[in-house]
């Protein structure tokens, strides 16, 4: 019999193919700095050049990229290109991925003028909303459609995956419906926990919790400049920094 898999307690939770959710949630930082160094036409890049550019330490990012197999080159560095489609393969953005936006007031038309989803691999197909009053009205090149059509888009189109940028009070409802029609993966901006079967993965973007890691660390910096010595703060508080930022989250 095979016996049962637990996780140790303390230990990173990982993904099926065995890299840690806190790597995973650093490579699209590493395939931005890599597309901003391959723009500007770098070929090969140390681990510290790229951990510059990635805005983290070098022996974190050699770290995460062994799980990718990449180790680079010794006196060379990793080749750019190479190391981009490595990443991007991984993430799963050499494919392309259809996306719909539910909720199409302020939030909603910023993403939906937003032009850096494409080039990252993601394809708005539709801007959804239910206020009949904003159907029809022309954002860029899309107009916003009647959330009613949810089902039909998703499976024309192939969705798999759905921004929510409705109100909190509907967005439960909204979830579900998304969640019926097909898609499986959830960017949820409301600001409240949904809840999601099996199966179907759910990111949550809320600045307000940034802004608040950001105040403790303004915090913890103006005290250490009061007071020479500051007590060790305990070791779950020092973890904040591991969080994965915002701006890797919604790929702006
Ligand atoms: N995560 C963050 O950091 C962050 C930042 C700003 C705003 N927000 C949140 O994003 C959401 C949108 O904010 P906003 O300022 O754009 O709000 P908004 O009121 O301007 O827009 C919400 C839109 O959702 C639509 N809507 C409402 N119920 C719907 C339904 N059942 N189906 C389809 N569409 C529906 C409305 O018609 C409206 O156009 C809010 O929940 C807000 O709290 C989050």
């Not at 637990?6 to 990173?12: C, K, L, T």
């Not at 059509?149 to 969705?159: K, M, N, Q, Y």
Request: charged share 20%; proline share 6%; with cysteine.
């Amino acid at each position: 019999m095979t016996p049962a898999r637990s996780r140790r307690p303390g230990a990173p939770t990982r993904t099926e193919r065995g890299i840690p959710e806190a790597t995973v949630a650093r490579l699209p930082v590493y395939l931005r700095a890599l597309t901003a160094l391959s723009d500007s036409g770098i070929a090969t890049a140390s681990s510290e050049d790229l951990a510059t550019a990635a805005g983290v330490n070098s022996a974190k990012l050699r770290k995460d990229l062994s799980y990718l197999g990449s180790y680079g080159t010794r006196g060379v560095g990793y080749d750019v290109e190479y190391l981009r489609y490595q990443i991007a393969r991984e993430i799963g953005v050499t494919q392309d991925w259809a996306v719909v936006i539910v909720g199409i007031g302020n939030l909603g038309h910023a993403l939906a003028n937003y032009s850096g989803f494409g080039t990252r691999g993601f394809r708005i197909v539709a801007l959804l909303d239910a206020d009949p009053s904003l159907v029809g009205e022309r954002i860029g090149e899309m107009v916003v459609r009647d959330f009613a059509e949810l089902e039909e888009i998703v499976a024309s189109d192939r969705v798999s995956i759905g921004v929510i940028t409705t109100p909190a009070g509907p967005a439960q409802e909204v979830c579900d419906r998304l969640v019926a029609a097909g898609v499986t993966s959830i960017l949820n901006f409301a600001p409240v926990v949904l809840s999601v079967p099996d199966g179907v993965d759910i990111r949550k973007v809320d600045l307000s919790i940034e802004l608040q890691i950001l105040a403790y660390h303004e915090q913890r910096k103006s005290g250490e400049a009061a007071l020479p010595e500051v007590p060790e703060l305990p070791a779950t508080m020092n973890g904040l920094t591991d969080l994965p930022s915002v701006g890797g989250g919604v790929g702006a």
